[in-house]
């Protein structure tokens, strides 16, 4: 008898002819995320098995669990496939398990085995209720779910399933790129489209003076967060004051944050470019500020062509902040320094711009020049690498 953990692929098995692409990424991802652990890890088209050896498996386990991609977790018994094995098992594994009520859930992925799944079932039960005393079956709601998969080359024996991420493997649907400010729903945003398989790099405006320094390294935890959830991210900063000053000093003030908004697509647009990003990436949801109304998302978007992911846009604030509470961003995302989207707000921004407005005030600025030098002075960062190096700042 061999101790195991299963991996279970739940939404995977939808990809029919695409499904070894999936699960060679999966296997890949966690392969990587398990790098310096003594494992041995095993796949197939049905399974990922991984051989833990003399490691606690609550480590791996707990690691497994920032892995996309997995719909569950098992603590497995791997034993030879005929029914003396199996029964005999079954009673060595539950004989120190303290229960009143069992049930056996029998899976014949073999159908050449010679028992199907009910009569299987019959025999093993028949067996735990002859060697263990006072107990009795309960189909509905047992305390003990004993479950037998019976498989090409072994059978397995496990008793609980440990819900995992789900989603796809990340990086299996290409690169996004995220807008990343301070706030608690753009890391929330990321978090969502890693779960449909889209890896990340990041976009941050920074404006200093009137943004911190504190405000940059808070972006830099954020995406250090998110990382546990990928293998690599890249944080580009985007030099944003003369951009932002332009603004306030042209552009009627009721239009200002439409106008930044614009201005910050422009920019992530040609990065996602420049790095191949398929998509930009954010945090917005309908409605919850002014810039987040649909006429202003119509106004902002209308400056680019690149696809725009709003993966919180139908979530409500609560919603968002119990994401981030589970992801460990949102105290990070509270913590008091300004970013772009907060200095110079006026007091009441439009929330249904024109568009011909917009293209006017922004023909008060010279905005394609100034663009062109925050291109010329972004600020790259890998944040595995800076983080490694910068381990007071966690």
Not at 65 to 78: A, Q, T
């Given at each position: 008898?061999?101790?195991?953990?299963?991996?279970?692929?739940?939404?995977?098995?939808?990809?029919?002819?695409n499904?070894?692409?999936?699960?060679n990424?999966?296997?890949?991802?966690?392969k990587?995320?398990?790098?310096?652990?003594d494992?041995?890890?095993?796949?197939?088209?049905?399974?990922?098995?991984?051989?833990?050896?003399?490691?606690?498996?609550?480590?791996?386990?707990?690691?497994l669990?920032?892995?996309?991609?997995?719909?569950?977790?098992?603590?497995?018994?791997?034993i030879?496939?005929?029914?003396?094995?199996?029964?005999?098992n079954?009673?060595?594994?539950?004989?120190?398990?303290?229960?009143?009520t069992?049930?056996?859930?029998?899976?014949?992925?073999?159908?050449?085995?010679?028992?199907?799944?009910l009569e299987?079932?019959?025999?093993?039960?028949?067996?735990?209720?002859?060697?263990?005393?006072?107990?009795k079956v309960?189909?509905?709601?047992?305390?003990l779910l004993?479950k037998?998969?019976?498989?090409?080359?072994y059978?397995?024996?496990?008793?609980?399933?440990v819900?995992?991420l789900?989603g796809?493997p990340s990086?299996i649907?290409g690169?996004g790129l995220?807008?990343?400010s301070?706030?608690i729903?753009s890391?929330?945003?990321?978090?969502?489209?890693?779960?449909r398989g889209?890896?990340?790099?990041?976009?941050?405006?920074?404006s200093?003076p009137?943004?911190s320094?504190?405000?940059?390294?808070?972006?830099?935890?954020?995406?250090?967060e998110?990382?546990k959830?990928g293998s690599?991210?890249n944080?580009?900063v985007?030099?944003?004051t003369?951009?932002?000053?332009?603004?306030?000093?042209?552009?009627?003030n009721t239009?200002?944050?439409?106008?930044?908004r614009?201005?910050?697509?422009?920019?992530?647009?040609?990065?996602?470019?420049?790095?191949?990003?398929?998509?930009i990436?954010?945090?917005e949801?309908i409605g919850?500020?002014?810039?987040?109304?649909l006429s202003?998302?119509?106004?902002?978007?209308?400056?680019t062509?690149?696809?725009i992911?709003?993966?919180?846009?139908?979530?409500d604030?609560?919603?968002i902040?119990?994401?981030?509470?589970k992801?460990?961003?949102?105290?990070?995302s509270i913590?008091p320094?300004?970013?772009?989207?907060?200095?110079?707000v006026?007091k009441h921004?439009?929330?249904?711009?024109s568009?011909?407005?917009?293209?006017?005030?922004?023909?008060?600025i010279e905005y394609e020049?100034l663009i062109?030098?925050c291109?010329?002075?972004?600020?790259?960062?890998?944040?595995?690498?800076y983080c490694?190096?910068?381990?007071?700042?966690?």
């Open positions: 008898m061999q101790k195991l953990l299963m991996i279970k692929y739940g939404e995977l098995f939808t990809k029919k002819d499904r070894n692409l999936f699960i990424k999966l296997y890949n991802n966690i990587s995320k398990l790098n310096e652990y494992v041995k890890i095993i796949k197939d088209r049905i399974r990922i098995y991984i051989d833990i050896k003399d490691m606690d498996e609550n480590i791996i386990i707990s690691k669990l920032e892995v996309f991609g997995i719909h569950s977790i098992v603590v497995c018994y791997k030879d496939k005929n029914i003396d094995s199996i029964k005999d079954v009673i060595d594994l539950i004989k120190d398990i303290k229960f009143n069992f049930k056996v859930e029998t899976n014949r992925a073999d159908k050449t085995f010679e028992h199907n799944s299987v079932n019959r025999l093993v039960g028949g067996c735990v209720l002859k060697n263990i005393p006072n107990i309960d189909v509905h709601n047992p305390e004993i037998i998969e019976i498989r090409s080359d059978s397995y024996i496990y008793f609980s399933e819900k995992a789900g796809y990086g649907q690169k995220l807008m990343l301070g706030g729903d890391p929330v945003a990321g978090f969502l489209a890693m779960k889209i890896s990340l790099d990041c976009i941050y405006y920074e200093p009137h943004t320094l504190e405000a940059k390294n808070k972006v830099i935890k954020l995406a250090n998110l990382l959830y690599n991210i944080l580009y985007v030099p944003f003369k951009i932002q000053e332009a603004i306030y000093k042209n552009i009627d239009y200002m944050i439409t106008i930044m614009r201005m910050m697509y422009r920019i992530a647009e040609k990065l996602a470019n420049k790095i191949k990003a398929k998509v990436i954010n945090g949801s919850q500020v002014a810039s987040q109304t202003s998302m119509y106004a902002i978007n209308n400056v062509n690149m696809p992911i709003r993966p919180v846009s139908c979530y604030k609560l919603e902040i119990d994401i981030a509470n992801i460990n961003t949102f105290n990070i913590l320094y300004e970013d772009c989207c907060t200095i110079f006026p921004p439009v929330i249904n711009p568009l011909g407005k917009c293209i006017f005030y922004e023909s008060n020049k062109e030098d291109m010329l002075n972004i600020e790259k960062i890998n944040i595995s690498d490694k190096r910068s381990s007071n700042l966690l």
